[in-house]
Each structure stands twice: as structure tokens, then as C-alpha cells.
């Protein structure tokens, strides 16, 4: 144990091409695994190729060191082609503790890259994660992967040996020899990673200059270390030409809807009270104030949406971001905003529940509660994005439709669009549809449900209007005047007036692109953060011959208008979620057709590999 | 100007008539309701505020159906979050004058949590508490500020829990203006109104009101003219704590810490306890004190100044605007680390 590579000087050492690669880096959740994934990210952009992220982190703040449940992972896919997910089997893994080793070796493919910090293997660590003996000295581990303990504790002491820090401030840079090294193994630019430390250090020089040393240390031994014979390189991607930037979901969120206020020309106010994964929309809405953004921390979930709905009520865009748990308490507040039929939108990024489940993991379980999950008739809209640069879109759009049809948007996000990110082609804003809002101020004829006959929205008139003076509430109304009205007929009429609202808003629906043949064997159905699984999945089986196509859907209330023909074009319908069955008995029970659910929901990704088993399985032949 | 001020344009000339809406009242025959709704109505034109710039926020209960009855905007809204709802509005509205109407159930029962944090924010709006120590709507089970032991539908061998006291609440939240009022009493309640409405900040107000059918006379002791004479301690700016009948005035005092009533005609003129609005932790002693043993407060408690939550959030966005500019979204998506593809 312990040993070090000498180097080897001058060795020529060969370079091969690979499509695309997996890799994980996984630490103690104090050892900085995220940004270290987070910079390879930024130098495989800029290296130009297509990727796709998987942040992976404990609940915790700060777990005990060492621990199996204290271990924070970042794993990203990036590849010469489009790469749509995350990747399910690890090329390559970097394991800088025991616990990390133990908990991540069971993704790693045979025959994979393995990389150690071997320091990290004492005693205490391996007691902690549970090992009897070190597992680096089982013979059986080096004959499965291509192991490299490398001591990078060690070597990153000896970078900076002579910089003035204490030994806890220079074993803290060791995730830049990490870095440095898997940057050398796949042929990654350090620039980006050079330059951000410059930035993120710049008052701090000592740290600055040690970060630098060790990445460059990492990289330098990779490239002298006799044990890697090889590396690799990713050639760049064929994207579509034009700017791009890295974006996740969350973030992605928060700039469509500055994008909303600035082309409504109207203020935002946000309300909500924290909770992961939602937080950071709130987080990153708070900066730009410029954008007259009104982040109101609420007190909690219900005082969040209402007061979004109390600044709907004032002529203001009200936004409300929650989780699960979060929008459970909300549904009260959005039924008012239902029957008082004001613009509304509603963010919940999902995560692993029921109740607390498991706040740091991804799970798709909702869309029952977005859809029926209120007492009483309580019809919204729910859209779903794709992928973390689709949630700009969906922002803008959820702010969009809500604004026209006086109605509440549901987005339904997830945990994995929120952290995960992906190269975004910059849209040119001047491409957006227009958010054109008029405000009722003609006096004439004015009712308060008084409704527009393409939209059946009723006016939007801002307090402050003179003579409009007008009451609403959520006692049920009569149409067009507003007045309380116990009437039945009344009731039942305005009933079907919100629901065929709701249902109006698929005039805006575009028609629903089908990746592949347009009628075939098998429709392979997703919504939300699946998209990628799906696709990779769908495209593996079209390059084996397989008569499948697939189809996302982005709207999930009310359902694009020609997806009954499309479903109906195939002999077999697949519909994976991670949740046990909810899209599919939307699906069966709207349009009758015997789809079947694909269901996995383990806080994870679906793994594309499993859908694409399911796919051949419903399909009747074996892989 | 501060960005929160309501009614910067002239109001007309406008009397109590302007302000009745054309929907029918539907409170029980006797309410203390009508009462209320007639004394706002009569002081709405005293504010000098454009009608269309006022807004009645209300959440549920007989007291929260008070909007459909003001010829002003107004939003008849959920169980216990008119305050949040308010406080959003006022975050997009600043210069719209806003009322929360809310019940003794609506605003500390269901709502205790938005009343807390409406109040110790600070935002400017006023609060009219319609405290009947009974859920009306819900025909009559007690409520969080019914008394111990009270016999109701839901409890009918009395109440296990003790009730709260809407003022000490308000004011140990941190409110800044508080004061107490009663149904009864139109030209009071006309003051209070004016008073509250004039306020920069939240201005709380506490009015004692009769439901004649699920809890008559629940405030007899300040109804009742020879017990409001024995008990009513009408709160002045400056002047002594003196009540009672004129030819037995009593004054209530300090003894070190603690409370105290004694005879007007026994004590030192100088160890009076003089009336303080500014004074919170005087206001804080007072708000707890009722019939029988000490004198009932009515009037304002406290009135002092605070920085006002809408206040801040918008000056932190002038601030920006004026420093950088207003936010440009082609400008801010290319900001930061891109790469070009071509
Ligand atoms: C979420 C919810 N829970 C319960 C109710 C039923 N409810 C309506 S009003 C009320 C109590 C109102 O009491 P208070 O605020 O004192 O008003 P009052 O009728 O006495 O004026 C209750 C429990 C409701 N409307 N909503
Ligand atoms: S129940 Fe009581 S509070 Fe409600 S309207 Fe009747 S008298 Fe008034
Ligand atoms: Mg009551």
C-alpha cells in the first residue's frame, strides 16, 4: 500500500479515441467531489463535447467523515455524438475513501478504470465503511478493473510543501490532483479550471497558487506515472452552431422567468419558503433584483403561494416554487386561485417522498397530485421540461399561458433537471412568443367573469383602476357578473367552464414530434426528466432494427390534441416513469389503449439500458 | 415620499354612501358586524384616498364577508392567510391602501402564523381583528380566545385550553401600532380606524364584537353602562391612566413591577402612570389587564415607527436599477463562462 508510480520520463504514451465516456467522482462529502465533477464538466464543454451531469450528495450537511452515507458523487456522460443522459455503467471511477469505493464499485463496468487515494484506506476509513481487510489488497479487484492506487495525498503534500498553509488547508486541494489527472486520462483542457480557481481565488493567492500547483501536479503525473499506458481523447460533438453556456435546471427556471418579467413588462413576485431541491430558484431570483423580482421568503409553503396569488391579484406575475411536501400545503391556495381564476405559476421540483422521503433524490411522483390533487373540480395546467435548458422554456411558457388563460401553470421539475446540467444553446430572446398582457381599464360593459371567447379568460384588472371597483373570492360566482351564487346550474356551469378553460390551452399546443417512424411496432411514451433515458434508449433500439419511436411530452394538462391519433399508429405503447404507474393510467384511462408502465423508483435516473431490456421484452424478442 | 404611500392623487369628495356595495348584507339581524361595516364606511371618505387605491383582503368567517360590502376592490380569500395574501399584494402594489378584515379564529387560530409574521414585518397595511370569542360561521364552537372552560357545542363540559390575548400577541410579535376598540362604541371605533389607516406600518386593531346568536354579550362587561363606567380605561397620549366613575376615580399605577388600581384621590399626582404610545413594554403591561380585577384598555396602546417590509424590498430594487440599470435578459444569458460551436 501506499506505493508511488516513479515517474517515467520522456515515455511516448498512446492516445485513443473513444465515442464517449462515464465517469464518477466520488469522495466524502468534505472532499469537494462536486465542484471537482463541476469543473470537468466545464473543460468537457469547452472541449466540445455533448455531456450530461448527475450530481449525487447526502441530505446531510455534514455527514460524518468516512461514512457510507457521508458520500457525495458527480458522474457525467460526454461523447463525440449526442449524449442524452448521465450514463448508467461507470468507464472510469474515482474512489477517493473507502466508504466511496464501497458504495460506487457495483456501477463501475468490468474492466473499468479504477483510481484510488490509497493514503485514505486506513484503518479508520475501512472500519467506517465496513471493511473486515482493505479491499485495494484483494488480488480480485486489480484482475476486474484496471486498478491505479495512486497516492494523492501524498503527492499533493509534496506540490505544495513549501506553501504557507496549515496541512488540513493543503489536504483539502487533493480533489485537483483528481482532476488534474482524469483531465490528462481523457485529454481535457486544464484552461477553464486555471482560470476559475484565479477568479474564485483571487483574494486568497496562497490557496490560489496551491489549487494551481496540485492540478497541475495531477495532470503531470498522469502524463509521467509509468502505470497509465494509455489515454484517450473525445473528439467534439456535431452540435448545432452558436453560443453555448453549461445550465441547469434550476437555474434554468429562475432566468425564464426574469425572461417572463422582462417581456411583460411586469414584476415578478416570488414567494417561498426553502426547501431542497427548490431552493436555489429562490437563491438565484434574489440576484437579479434588476429585473424587478420580489423574492418574498415566506413564512412558509401556504403564505408563499398566497401571497403570490395576493400580487396575481394586483397585476404582478406570483410565482410560488416548492417540493412535494411543500406543494401539499399549497393546494388550498392554488384551488382559490383556480376559482378566483387568476395567473398563478406553480414550480415543484420533485423529490424522493412520501412525506421527507429522501429530499436529495429524483423521483417523478406528482403528476397525480398536479393533476387531481386538490379538494373539489380544481383543473390547472401542468407542463413538464425535457431537460435542465428546457426549464428556460417551460418558465417562460408557464408564465406565458398563465397569463393569458388567467389560470394556474403547474411545472413539474425534478431533482435530477434541477442539479443536472447540460451545454445550452443561448436562444435568442427575441424568438419568444410575446407575453402581451392588457389589463382591463374600459369601464363600459365591464363584469369581473365577464370572458374572452377564444380563451374564456375573464378580465385582469389591476386594484388602482378607477371605476372597476369589483369583489371576488372563493365562494362560488355567478358567470360574468361574480356576485355569490349558491345556484346549481350556476355551479355546475362554472364548473365546466374552468375545466374547458384548461382545456383551451391546448390551441397553444404544438404538434407532438415523433423521434422515429410515425407508425410502428412500439411508442415509447415519457414526460419530464426521463427524456434522455428514453431517447438513448429508443435510438439503440432504432440502430438494431427495431420498428420504435418515442414521443416526450412537455404538456401533461391538457395533453397535446393529436397524441390520441399518434398512440393509436403503434402496436404497443411503453410508458416508463420513475413512479409506479401515473402517466400510464392518464394515458389508459383518456384514451383507452393498453399502454404499459415501465416503473423504477429507486431516487434515481431510469438507467437507459433498463428501458431499452423493457423495450425489447415488450417488443417480445430478448436483447 | 416613501414608495408605500397610498393615495397620492387627490380623492374626490366622497361620503359614506360611495362605499356600500350593492350586494346584500347577510349577517344575522343584531350582529356587531353592521356596526363595523357602518363605522368603516362612515370614515372611508375622512381617509382622503381615491376608492379604486383601496382594498379589502379578508380570509373566512362571518367577519371576512366584509369585503362584498365595500364599494372598493376587495378579496374574499382563504381560512386564516388574508395576511399573506396582503402582503404580497403589497409587495407588487405599494401604493394601493390595503385592510385585512379577519375574525378571532381566521386570524389566530388557522392564521396564527401570518398574523405573527405580517406583524413583525412591518408591512403597511391595517388589520381589523373581529374578536367575538366564538367561531360564528361554523355556528358556534370556541375559539383561541374564548375563556377557559367555556361550554360550546365542541366542548360541552368547557373548554381545556386557555385563550390568548389578541394584543399581548400583536404586540409580542413586534407590532408597532396597536390598539383596541369596540363594536358599540361607533365614535371610537371612527378614531381607531383613522388612527390605524394613518399608520406607516401594520396597524393592528382589535375590536370587541357581539355575536348576538353563538356568544351575546360576551364582552357585557364593556357594554353593560354601569360596568363599562366601573371598567373602561380610555387610553390618551399623555395623559394619566385614570377610570371609573366621576366620583370614584381610580388610577392605575406601578407598585415597583407590578399593576396596580387604587384610588385616584390617594396617590401623589406624581406617581400617575402617564399614557405613552411610544412606550412598547408599558403597552406590553397593559395589554394583559381586564375586568375584574383591573381596568379594560381601550384605545391606542402603541403607536411607534419601524422599518416598513415593502419598503426595503423596494428600495433594494431601486437601488440595483439605479446602480446597473434594469435587467437585461440577452445581456445576462451570455454573461459568464460560453463557448462558441461552429
Ligand atoms: C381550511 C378551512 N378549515 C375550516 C374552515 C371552516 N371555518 C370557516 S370560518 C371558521 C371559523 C371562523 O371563526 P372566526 O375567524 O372567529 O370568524 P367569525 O365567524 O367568528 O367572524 C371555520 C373553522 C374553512 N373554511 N377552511
Ligand atoms: S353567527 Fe354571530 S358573528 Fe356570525 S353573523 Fe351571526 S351574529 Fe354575526
Ligand atoms: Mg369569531
Not at chain 1, 494509455?230 to 467534439?236: F, Q
Not at chain 2, 396597536?178 to 390605524?196: G, S, Y
Not at chain 2, 402612570?273 to 413594554?281: A, G, L, P, R
Not at chain 2, 433594494?316 to 435578459?329: H, M, N, V, Y
Amino acid at each position: 500500500m501506499g506505493q508511488i508510480a516513479t515517474p517515467a520520463t520522456g515515455a511516448e504514451k498512446t492516445r485513443t479515441a473513444l465515442d464517449r465516456a462515464v465517469i464518477r467522482f466520488a469522495g466524502d462529502s468534505g472532499d469537494g467531489m462536486q465542484l471537482t465533477g463541476e469543473q470537468f464538466t466545464t473543460e468537457s464543454a469547452w472541449a466540445g463535447n455533448d455531456l450530461a451531469t448527475l450530481p449525487n450528495f447526502p441530505a446531510e450537511i455534514r455527514a460524518p467523515a468516512g461514512t457510507l452515507f457521508g458520500v457525495s458523487s458527480f458522474q457525467l456522460q460526454f461523447g463525440s455524438q449526442r449524449v442524452y443522459t448521465p450514463g448508467d455503467r461507470l468507464d472510469c471511477l474515482v474512489a477517493m475513501n473507502p466508504a466511496a469505493l464501497k458504495v460506487h464499485l457495483r456501477d463501475l463496468k468490468t474492466g473499468g478504470l479504477l483510481i484510488v487515494n490509497t493514503p485514505a484506506f486506513d484503518k479508520r476509513n475501512l472500519d467506517k465503511a465496513g471493511y473486515a481487510t482493505n479491499p485495494l489488497d484483494d488480488p480480485t479487484l486489480a484482475e476486474r478493473y484496471r486498478l491505479h492506487k495512486v497516492d494523492m495525498t501524498g503527492l499533493t503534500h509534496e506540490a505544495i510543501k513549501d506553501l504557507p498553509l496549515n496541512t488540513k488547508e493543503k489536504d483539502r486541494t487533493k480533489n485537483f490532483f483528481a482532476l488534474g489527472l482524469v483531465s490528462w486520462i481523457y485529454t481535457r483542457p486544464l484552461e477553464p479550471t486555471l482560470d476559475w480557481i484565479t477568479k474564485r481565488f483571487a483574494k486568497n493567492k496562497d490557496i490560489a497558487e496551491a489549487n494551481t500547483r496540485v492540478l497541475k501536479a495531477g495532470h503531470a503525473f498522469g502524463e509521467t506515472a509509468e502505470i497509465f499506458g494509455e489515454h484517450y481523447a473525445v473528439e467534439p460533438a456535431e452540435m448545432t452552431p452558436g453560443l453555448y453556456r453549461a445550465m441547469t435546471g434550476n437555474r434554468a427556471l429562475a432566468w425564464g422567468l426574469l425572461a417572463a418579467a422582462q417581456r411583460s413588462k411586469l414584476p415578478v413576485v416570488y414567494g417561498a419558503y426553502p426547501i431542497t431541491p427548490a431552493s436555489d430558484i429562490l437563491h438565484e431570483l434574489a440576484l437579479h433584483k434588476r429585473f424587478r423580482v420580489r423574492t418574498i421568503q415566506a413564512e412558509d409553503e401556504i403564505a408563499a403561494v398566497t401571497a403570490a396569488i395576493g400580487a396575481s391579484f394586483g397585476g404582478a406575475i406570483g410565482v410560488t416554487a416548492s417540493s412535494g411536501p411543500g406543494i401539499a400545503l399549497k393546494s388550498e391556495g392554488i384551488g382559490l386561485a383556480v376559482t378566483a381564476e387568476l395567473p398563478l405559476v406553480v414550480l415543484n421540483i420533485q423529490r424522493a417522498g412520501p412525506s421527507t422521503g429522501m429530499p436529495t433524490k429524483t423521483e417523478q411522483a406528482d403528476l397525480m397530485q398536479a393533476l387531481y390533487g386538490r379538494n373539489s373540480e380544481a383543473p390547472v395546467v401542468v407542463l413538464a421540461p425535457a431537460t435542465p435548458g428546457d426549464c428556460f422554456y417551460i418558465a417562460y411558457e408557464a408564465v406565458r399561458l398563465a397569463a393569458k388563460y388567467m389560470v394556474p401553470v403547474l411545472v413539474l421539475s425534478d431533482g435530477f433537471l434541477a442539479n443536472g446540467s447540460e451545454p445550452w444553446l443561448i436562444p435568442d430572446v427575441t424568438t419568444l412568443p410575446p407575453i402581451e398582457i392588457q389589463f382591463r381599464t374600459e369601464r363600459e360593459g365591464f363584469f369581473p367573469y365577464l370572458r374572452d371567447s377564444a380563451t374564456l379568460a375573464r378580465p385582469w384588472v389591476r386594484p388602482g383602476t378607477p371605476g372597476l371597483e369589483h369583489r371576488i373570492g372563493g365562494i362560488e360566482k355567478q358567470d360574468v357578473t361574480g356576485n355569490i351564487s349558491y345556484d346549481p346550474d350556476n355551479h355546475d356551469h362554472m364548473v365546466r367552464t374552468r375545466a374547458e378553460k384548461v382545456r383551451r390551452v391546448a390551441q397553444e399546443i404544438p404538434p407532438t414530434s415523433i423521434n422515429g417512424p410515425a407508425t410502428g411496432d412500439l411508442l415509447v411514451v415519457g414526460w419530464g426528466g426521463t427524456y434522455g433515458s428514453i431517447t438513448a434508449a429508443v435510438e439503440q433500439a432504432q440502430t438494431a432494427g427495431k420498428s420504435v419511436a418515442s414521443i416526450h411530452l412537455r404538456h401533461l394538462n391538457p395533453l397535446p390534441p393529436d397524441l390520441g391519433h399518434i398512440l393509436r399508429e403503434y402496436r404497443k405503447v411503453l410508458v416508463p416513469e420513475i413512479n409506479s404507474g401515473q402517466l400510464v393510467r392518464v394515458l389508459r384511462a383518456e384514451y383507452l389503449v393498453d399502454a404499459v408502465g415501465f416503473n423504477r423508483v429507486r431516487g434515481l435516473p431510469l438507467p437507459s439500458e433498463e428501458i431499452y431490456e423493457a423495450i425489447n421484452q415488450l417488443l417480445g424478442s430478448t436483447p | 415620499m416613501s414608495p408605500s404611500e397610498a393615495g397620492a392623487k387627490e380623492a374626490p369628495k366622497y361620503t359614506k354612501k360611495d362605499f356600500e356595495s350593492d350586494q346584500d348584507v347577510r349577517w344575522c339581524p343584531g350582529c356587531g358586524d353592521y356596526a363595523i361595516l357602518s363605522a368603516v364606511q362612515k370614515t372611508m371618505p375622512d381617509l382622503g384616498i381615491p376608492k379604486e387605491n383601496i382594498v379589502f383582503i379578508s380570509g373566512i368567517g362571518c367577519s371576512s364577508r366584509f369585503p362584498y360590502y365595500m364599494n372598493t376592490y376587495g378579496f374574499h380569500t382563504i381560512h386564516g392567510r388574508a395576511p399573506a395574501i396582503a402582503t404580497g399584494l403589497r409587495v407588487a402594489r405599494p401604493e394601493l391602501k390595503i385592510f385585512v378584515v379577519t375574525g378571532d379564529g381566521d386570524g389566530l387560530s388557522i392564521g396564527g402564523n401570518h398574523m405573527l409574521h405580517v406583524l413583525r414585518r412591518n408591512v403597511n397595511l391595517t388589520i381589523l381583528l373581529f374578536n367575538n370569542r366564538i367561531y360564528g360561521l361554523t355556528k358556534g364552537q370556541y375559539s383561541p380566545t374564548s375563556e377557559l372552560g367555556k361550554v360550546t357545542k365542541s366542548t360541552p363540559v368547557g373548554s381545556a385550553d386557555r385563550p390568548v390575548n389578541p394584543l399581548s400577541f400583536a404586540l409580542g410579535c413586534g407590532a408597532t401600532f396597536v390598539a383596541r376598540t369596540v363594536d358599540r362604541n361607533i365614535p371610537h371605533m371612527d378614531e381607531m380606524l383613522k388612527r390605524a389607516a394613518a399608520h406607516k406600518g401594520t396597524g393592528f386593531v382589535e375590536i370587541l364584537q357581539n355575536c348576538n346568536v353563538y356568544n351575546d354579550l360576551a364582552w357585557n362587561v364593556i357594554y353593560d353602562r354601569e360596568s363599562k363606567v366601573q371598567h373602561e380605561l380610555r387610553l390618551e397620549h399623555g395623559k394619566p391612566l385614570l377610570f371609573g366613575p366621576p366620583d370614584d376615580r381610580r388610577a392605575l399605577i406601578m407598585q415597583g413591577v407590578t399593576p396596580k388600581v387604587v384610588r385616584a384621590k390617594d396617590v401623589p399626582e406624581s406617581t400617575l402612570w402617564i399614557h405613552d404610545e411610544t412606550n412598547v413594554n408599558a403597552a406590553k403591561l397593559l395589554a394583559d389587564l381586564f375586568a375584574p380585577d383591573f381596568p379594560i384598555p381601550v384605545g391606542v396602546l402603541t403607536a411607534v415607527e419601524a422599518p416598513v417590509y415593502e419598503d426595503l424590498i423596494l428600495q433594494q430594487e431601486q437601488k440595483a436599477i439605479s446602480e446597473r440599470g434594469p435587467g437585461d435578459i440577452a445581456k445576462l444569458l451570455t454573461s459568464g463562462d460560453t463557448w462558441k460551436i461552429s
